[in-house]
């Protein structure tokens, strides 16, 4: 049997689920100013995809490189939800 792409779904799954709480709690303390930390995590993980051979490994390193590139977009959808009243602001 080949468990490739149930590993792969799974930490997919994982991933995405990983990154929604992180993209919410980056936008309440930092704002959108940390959209380079998501850039810099994904250009780091696309370049690790690129060399390394394993291809579970390159692979899941894709999904976590595109996962963080994506969060940048969603750091500015966050900020419009908080400014819909659909989630906290922080006070400063």
């Known amino acids: 049997m080949n468990f490739t792409g149930l590993i792969i779904g799974a930490a ?9 709480p992180i993209v919410i709690k980056a936008e309440y ?3 959108t100013g940390c959209w380079w930390a998501f850039l810099t995590l994904g250009l780091i993980c696309i370049g ?3 060399v390394i051979d394993n291809n ?3 692979t899941l390193l894709g999904v976590v ?4 590139l994506w969060s940048i977009l ?3 959808k966050q900020k419009k939800r908080v400014e819909k009243g659909w989630f906290p602001k922080k006070i400063k």
């Open 56 to 58: 579970i490994v390159s």
């Open 65 to 68: 490189a595109f996962s963080s």
């Open 74 to 76: 969603e750091l500015f």
């Open 48 to 50: 690790g995809s690129l």
């Open 12 to 20: 997919t799954f994982l991933c995405i689920g990983v990154f929604h």
């Open 29 to 31: 303390h930092f704002g």
